[in-house]
């Protein structure tokens, strides 16, 4: 099969969940390091108009966004499956995936994850602890919405992971990296335990390419 060529750079969530999803298909790929400021450059000021990674291309096919790329893989990848046959389990997969996009990384982990892991490093200040605070109260919520959504399954679509795992898991690892993720999961147990369920996954902690 052709091999994948992601780009990507080694903090970014997104890049990760993608990471993640072609080890567990055992997929080849290659990883060129790469940040959104590269794509404002040549040769790579092409790959995404949006000036956002991940990016993929496969042969002659270039993909951008992650919830499109990870449904690619899966379709063109397809074992093991990691969208559930059943129509209704699908359909939460994909509500979880959008979740993801608009809720937890969306007001939480750009805000609480940027502010106490890249601030300092991109922008050369310390973090902003008055937006961090603004942002706890509603990553409790997410948090606890997320921790109902998986109830006392394995993972969020039932007994094995889909897209939806591997797209959550490093958005959540990287609050779990900061010092308010007791404060934001102290009602959420069973996504605590899910968290080190996912984490635990050959395919997962490989993707952890920091």
Known sequence: MTEFTVYSFAQSPFGRAVVSVLNEKGASYRLVPTYPQDLKREPLDELNPFGRIPV???????????????????????????????PRQAARMDQAMAICDWY???????????????????????????????????????????DEFIGDQAYFTGASASLADFMLAPQIDSLRRCPEWAVLTAESPRLVNWLDRIAALESVRRADFS
């Open 104 to 146: 937890v990384f969306q007001g939480v982990n750009n805000v609480i994850g940027f502010e106490r892991l890249a601030a300092k490093r991109i922008l050369g200040r310390d973090p902003d602890e008055e937006r961090i605070a603004t942002a706890i109260p509603f990553g409790c919520r997410v948090m606890g919405i997320l």
């Open 56 to 86: 993929i291309e496969h042969g002659d096919f270039r993909l951008y966004e992650t919830q499109a790329i990870l449904r690619y893989i899966d379709r063109t990848v397809p074992e093991p499956a990691l969208t559930p046959e059943d």
